[in-house]
Antibody, heavy 120, light 107 residues
Framework: EVQLVESGGGLVQPGGSLRLSCAAS????????IHWVRQAPGKGLEYVSA????????YYANSVKGRFTISRDNSKNTLYLQMGSLRAEDMAVYYC?????????????WGQGTMVTVSS | DIQMTQSPSSLSASVGDRVTITCRTS??????LNWYQQKPGKAPKLLIY???SLQSGVPSRFSGSGSGTDFTLTISSLQPEDFATYYC?????????FGQGTKLEIK
């Protein structure tokens, strides 16, 4: 089965750090760009970050630039999001999603999400 | 970044109704426009990509149209399982921004 499974969410204090993981299975992970998208409680979808298939290119939304780092380990079929200097506004469900170039770069596979709570 | 404007933000309709949701972008994106459906507590699901191509497994009552800056998602005959929130997304340029969502509720 083609799937993405996020982990690593939890409760963190403002200013703290957290690393999210996204484990892929059922497809050739190293052939796809992968993205992070988040959703604050009761709000819409917000684009966060992206990484190319070989990890050579990355992109960050202005809201997280300089605080978050996206990376991947293609030998482990795993994507990461290292989050630092966390703020209350970073509290959200974080989803990883696969970009499919055969579908106009749409996100055809999503993980189930992992919740990040920022609170003292 | 490309700005996305969806309308309406919410919509009440009945089973069997035909509904249309609109998405407008701040600059031309050709047909790099995608639509997603999200139900409470679940991840988004891809419905339409490239403005009008139906994702595999999605019922044919869903259709999309448009190019440039104006796009629509149409559900031809609402079914009970279609009541959800719908998002448009551009995949023309980084960041792949989303519209604010349209919540489709039962009348």
């Amino acid at each position: 089965e083609v799937q993405l499974v996020e982990s690593g969410g939890g409760l963190v204090q403002p200013g703290g750090s957290l690393r999210l993981s996204c484990a892929a299975s059922g497809f050739s992970f190293s052939s796809y760009a992968i993205h992070w998208v988040r959703q604050a409680p009761g709000k819409g979808l917000e684009y966060v970050s992206a990484i190319s298939s070989n990890g050579g290119s990355t992109y960050y939304a202005n809201s997280v630039k300089g605080r978050f780092t996206i990376s991947r380990d293609n030998s482990k079929n795993t994507l990461y999001l290292q989050m630092g200097s966390l703020r209350a506004e970073d509290m959200a469900v974080y989803y990883c999603a696969r970009e499919n170039s055969s579908s106009s770069d749409a996100f055809d596979i999503w993980g189930q999400g992992t919740m990040v709570t920022v609170s003292s | 970044d490309i700005q996305m404007t969806q309308s309406p933000s919410s919509l009440s309709a009945s089973v069997g109704d035909r509904v249309t949701i609109t998405c407008r972008t701040s600059q031309s994106i050709s047909t790099y426009l995608n639509w997603y459906q999200q139900k409470p507590g679940k991840a988004p699901k891809l419905l339409i990509y490239a403005a009008s191509s139906l994702q595999s497994g999605v019922p044919s009552r869903f259709s999309g149209s448009g190019s440039g800056t104006d796009f629509t998602l149409t559900i031809s005959s609402l079914q009970p399982e279609d009541f959800a929130t719908y998002y448009c997304q551009q995949s023309y340029s980084n960041a792949y921004t989303f519209g604010q969502g349209t919540k489709l509720e039962i009348k």
